[in-house]
């Protein structure tokens, strides 16, 4: 699934030390670990203060990102979500630096206000692994780097799938009587 909000529109929006990918990744592992709050939560943990300074267009733009993957990773119909990182005309160097960001963007969004947190233990592999990804290495020049760059970013993609799929939702948390 190719997000409708352009990757560059929303790399503008945000600050120096945050791109595009690693707020995505942010947002998705706040999902993924079914924290409450919704769109002024992630806006607060991006920005640091009260998202209601954002310029309407910018609130606009993050809006329309923050509702897209809501909506694919609450798609039981089958695995429509997708990273948010650069497009292929960029270089692979810059994508896969992307890709990096958007797991440590991921692993902060999926612990972010929950230390307690636990995920079933058949996970941890999928978080171990996207916690060594987010460390990748860009210097590297072997002539099987797109494979390589396709085969991890399909893995973070499925892996993610599969923790949203682990993780109770709010709602079936109340159910269950579980703490938030």
């Known amino acids: 699934m190719r997000y409708e909000t352009p990757y560059e529109d929303v790399d503008a929006a945000l600050t ?3 791109t595009a990918a690693k707020a ?3 947002l998705a592992g706040m ?3 079914g924290l409450d709050g919704g769109l002024e939560s992630w806006l607060t943990e991006l920005f ?3 998202p209601d300074v954002l ?3 910018r609130r606009r733009l993050l809006t329309a990102l923050y509702e897209e993957t809501l909506n694919v990773l609450n798609d039981v119909s089958g695995f429509a979500f997708d990273l948010f990182l650069p497009d292929d005309e960029t270089s692979l160097a810059e994508r896969t630096n992307a ?3 958007w797991c440590q963007g991921f692993l902060s969004g999926l612990s972010h206000g929950r230390p307690d947190l636990a ?3 058949e996970y941890d592999e999928i978080v171990r692994d996207i916690f060594e990804i987010s460390r990748v290495d860009t210097g590297s020049s072997a002539d099987d780097d797109e494979e390589s760059y396709t085969e991890l970013t399909e893995y973070v993609r499925i892996g993610v799938q599969l923790l949203r799929q682990g993780f109770p939702s ?3 948390r109340a159910q269950l009587n579980c703490p938030d």
Do not use: E, F
């Open 24 to 26: 995505h990744g942010l």
């Open 170 to 172: 709010p709602d079936q």
């Open 31 to 33: 999902l993924c670990a």
């Open 119 to 121: 995920w079933p233990s």
């Open 55 to 57: 310029s309407p267009d």
């Open 99 to 101: 890709l990096g960001q």
């Open 16 to 18: 120096d030390d945050c």
């Open 48 to 50: 640091g203060h009260g």
